[in-house]
Nanobody, 116 residues
Framework: QIQLVESGGGLAKAGGSLRLSCAASRNIFGIATMGWYRQAPGKQRELVATIISGGSTNYADSVKGRFTISRDNAKNTVYLQMNSLKPEDTAVYYC??????????WGQGTQVIVSS
């Protein structure tokens, strides 16, 4: 069981930047995958980016070149740096960790609103 708390969401202008943080309640070293998902009104939750301990990353096509996921194991934290924001990035962003065979935890979500 891992508790996840997101922060850093809020309002941004199109073309602006935000950095989301996700603090985990335990050491994240060895956790297979950490990632960010988002859910816009009326849409299903979608994968934004993932990262593993070895450093491999994966991004949705819609955010490639604009968003960067990273992790700091010493701080038990994963980040999502969001640059060149677009109105279509508006959504609730959720932190997620997956480990072992069936380990799966979600944060409460943090709202991101990008104005045009």
């Amino acid at each position: 069981q891992i508790q996840l708390v997101e922060s850093g969401g809020g309002l941004a202008k199109a073309g602006g930047s935000l950095r989301l943080s996700c603090a985990a309640s335990r050491n994240i070293f060895g956790i297979a995958t950490m990632g960010w998902y988002r859910q816009a009104p009326g849409k299903q939750r979608e994968l934004v980016a993932t990262i593993i301990s070895g450093g491999s990353t994966n991004y949705a096509d819609s955010v490639k070149g604009r968003f960067t996921i990273s992790r700091d194991n010493a701080k038990n934290t994963v980040y999502l740096q969001m640059n060149s924001l677009k109105p279509e990035d508006t959504a609730v962003y959720y932190c997620n960790v997956k480990w072992g065979i069936a380990g799966n935890s979600w944060g409460q979500g943090t709202q991101v609103i990008v104005s045009s």
